[in-house]
């Protein structure tokens, strides 16, 4: 969970100052020694230093949200689809109707009860395509009898393609996250930010809370970021409320809310 994780690693940046002005802080002294301009120093190697990796956490900050961003349309968009389908379904004769919407809602209750939580643990469930298979046959099997339902039919198979679409989109969704490689860039750039910090010729007591100020805000900005990454996934991640606004408005008949 992005939670636990940002605690784990603001714990860990906490340890590392302490560890850094325990052992570094003397070790360097010996190697690099102790002269007046050693501050100085320090301060233009951390400048330079910040220069460039103050852009990667910004950078993944705005990555993240777009994907998250990008998730939330996905679902918010097969919601629209299937609304609409729904709607459509209501000018198509019998015994179409009455075969399609049982299944179409029959397909939200599975994608709300079973596959959402299997899609948060990265879970590939077939219901879905077996479901969405079974409404392309009926839909491709039916003949219509009149020109006007020969416009309905079209307009209905138009739709249907469109809540294809947006399932696939929702369903490429599961997988958008940042490369693992640049989020150990982030976490070892914190570390030597922090560690760069401890080198610093100040007195204990302002030093530690200097340090400790910057890892929490690193932690805080990590956790931004793991926060907004993979926004299909775990506890943390998009709630199927689009389509439990399209159930709740146009699918309950006597099921009870969910």
Known sequence: MPAACSTLIAVALLGLVLAGMLVLKPVMRVLISSDADLNESIGCATAEFNLFYGLLPGLLT??????????????????????????????????????????????????????????????YLDGGDNRADAM????????????????????????FQRFVEARHERIASVFLQIPRVLRQAVVAGAVINVLLIC????????????????????????????????????????????????????????????
């Open 62 to 123: 705005v990555s993240a949200y777009e994907n998250n961003t990008q998730a939330r349309q996905a679902v918010l968009g097969e919601a629209n689809a299937i609304s609409v389908l729904s709607s459509e379904m209501n000018a198509c004769p019998d015994p179409l109707r009455t075969t399609i919407k049982p299944m179409l809602r029959d397909y939200v209750l599975f994608t709300i009860c079973k596959d959402w939580p299997a899609r948060r643990e990265v879970t």
């Open 136 to 159: 392309r046959q009926r839909l491709a099997a039916f003949e219509p009898q009149t020109s006007g339902q020969v416009i309905i039919h079209a307009e209905v198979l138009c739709s």
């Open 199 to 258: 080198l610093l010729q100040r007195r204990s007591r302002r030093q530690f809370v200097f340090g400790t100020v910057s890892a929490l805000f690193l932690a805080v900005l990590l956790f931004v970021i793991l926060s907004l990454d993979s926004p299909m996934r775990g506890r943390a991640g998009i709630t199927p409320q689009p389509l439990l606004r399209v159930w709740d408005r146009s699918m309950t008949w006597d099921e009870p809310k969910y």
